[in-house]
């Protein structure tokens, strides 16, 4: 067992659990002070959920040797884990990088997680608790897996060799020929998350007074603390998406850094020219955009093209989280804005960055011309993603919303969802009432 590469996968496995609870921090902030703690309980919410049925079916969806129709593995194959982390002889079971499978396990549990806990934000202060939860469950199951195996488990968007890239531009060596790149999940989760987070929007309706009355985040504080959080996480996020203790994580590191640091200075120059303020909001959102972006790309590019892909992301997103108010969907916490778009960008641009072969580089790694089989092969599998997460996302929200419904009361909207759905809030002496959970006798 290579001890080096398990140690590396441990960690990394814990920073990005770590992603949630920043994510709830990073969410909560943004929130108003009523609506607080019911935010950053979806993100604890599916940090329950996800992480028991990922142990029951997850893995088994996502991973193993009973493909279904290239799109899911049989959930029953290694159901609870069944055979997944022990050998016939009781000892652990190794992977290519000759560490327990069991950490990898470890480490997948925690993307579930966090995919799901980002669709939130597009939701924010309005929906059943209840409907929330329910909602992880199914959504897990039948669009996250799913996508886990089409792209990481060897299925249809693989670079398998009966993959949808090695239908279009043939097979070698066993072996999707141009085969499509995903280092860390810009499919499966930036673009699977952001095309849910607008369904929901869609379907889930617009909050009371949205577009009229001023819905300011209460605290930015928290916000800043959670993007730093974020940041920190990702190191784990992408470069534990390596698999090994070696250059490629390093690779994954600094480029992870550079687009980040990018995106920073290209959301707040466009806050400058358009608003005539560089303010903490774009700053802390300018992390997340670069850290998306880059979550496809951080083994495909080098570091100056990560430059240029997170200047490229902070910008645009920047831009982006503004169609909201133009097209009237009510996207709280602009998820759509910072992964939808953040996550197609990331995956688009490797077709002209990747030094693997692009419209900008060679196969050998050198600036020129290596045509556009990649592109099209990266614009193929966000297309599928953008299609499969969209319409089974749109059929479990219609579902919900028939059986159990969205939202809450207007009167519980309006007085606050975290007296109506928890009895408490965040801000005791700010809000001035409370809930009692028990009677004196």
Not at 186 to 192: A, Y
Request: charged share 10%.
């Amino acid at each position: 067992m290579d001890s080096g590469n398990a140690a590396w996968m441990l960690t990394s496995a814990s920073l990005v659990l770590l992603m949630t609870p920043g994510l709830a921090l990073f969410y909560g902030g943004m929130s108003r002070a009523k609506s607080v703690l019911n935010m950053m309980m979806m993100s604890f919410g599916a940090m329950a959920t996800v992480g028991v049925v990922y142990v029951l079916w997850g893995w088994s969806m996502s991973y193993g040797t009973d493909s279904i129709g290239g799109i899911f593995n049989n959930p029953f194959e290694s159901f609870g884990l069944s055979g997944a982390i022990f050998d016939a002889e009781g000892g652990y079971l190794l992977n290519g990088f000759n560490y327990p499978v069991v950490i990898d396990i470890g480490f997948q549990v925690t993307f579930a997680i966090i995919t799901t806990a980002l669709i939130s934000g597009a939701i924010a202060e309005r929906i059943k608790f209840s409907s929330w939860m329910v909602f992880t469950v199914i959504w897990v199951t039948l669009s996250y897996f799913p996508l886990a195996h089409m792209v990481w488990g060897g299925g249809l968007l693989s670079g398998s060799e009966n993959g949808l890239a090695a239908k279009l531009f043939g097979v070698t060596d066993g072996a999707a020929t141009v085969a499509p790149i995903d280092f860390a999940g810009g499919t499966v989760v930036h673009i699977n998350a952001g095309i849910a987070a607008l369904v929901l929007a869609l379907v889930v309706g617009k909050r009371k007074g949205f577009g009229k009355v001023p819905m300011r985040p209460h605290n930015l504080t928290l916000t800043m603390l959670g993007a730093g959080l974020l940041w920190f996480g990702w190191f784990g996020f992408n470069g534990g998406s390596a698999f090994a203790a070696d250059g490629v994580a390093g690779w994954a590191w600094l480029n992870t850094t550079a687009a980040t640091a990018a995106a920073i200075l290209g959301w707040l120059v466009v806050e400058k020219i358009r608003d005539g303020h560089a303010t903490s909001l774009g700053a802390a959102s300018g992390v997340v955009a670069g850290l998306v972006a880059v979550t496809p790309a951080a083994g495909a590019l080098n570091p100056v093209g990560s430059i240029i892909l997170g200047v490229l992301a902070g910008g645009v997103c920047a831009l982006a989280v503004g169609l909201k108010y133009k097209y009237g969907f009510d996207d709280s916490l602009d998820v759509v804005g910072v992964h939808l778009v953040g996550g197609l960008i990331g995956t688009v641009v490797i077709g002209f960055l990747s030094t693997g072969g692009s419209v900008f580089f060679t196969s050998e790694g050198t600036f020129g011309f290596g045509g556009f089989e990649q592109l099209i092969i990266q614009i193929v599998i966000a297309a599928v993603a953008l299609i499969y997460s969209g319409v089974i996302t749109l059929v479990i929200a219609l579902v919900i919303k028939k059986v159990m419904g969205w939202r809450v009361s207007e009167e519980a909207e309006s007085r606050g969802i975290d007296l109506a759905e928890h009895g408490e809030s965040a801000y005791e002496g700010l809000l001035a009432t409370r809930i009692e959970t028990s009677e004196v006798k």
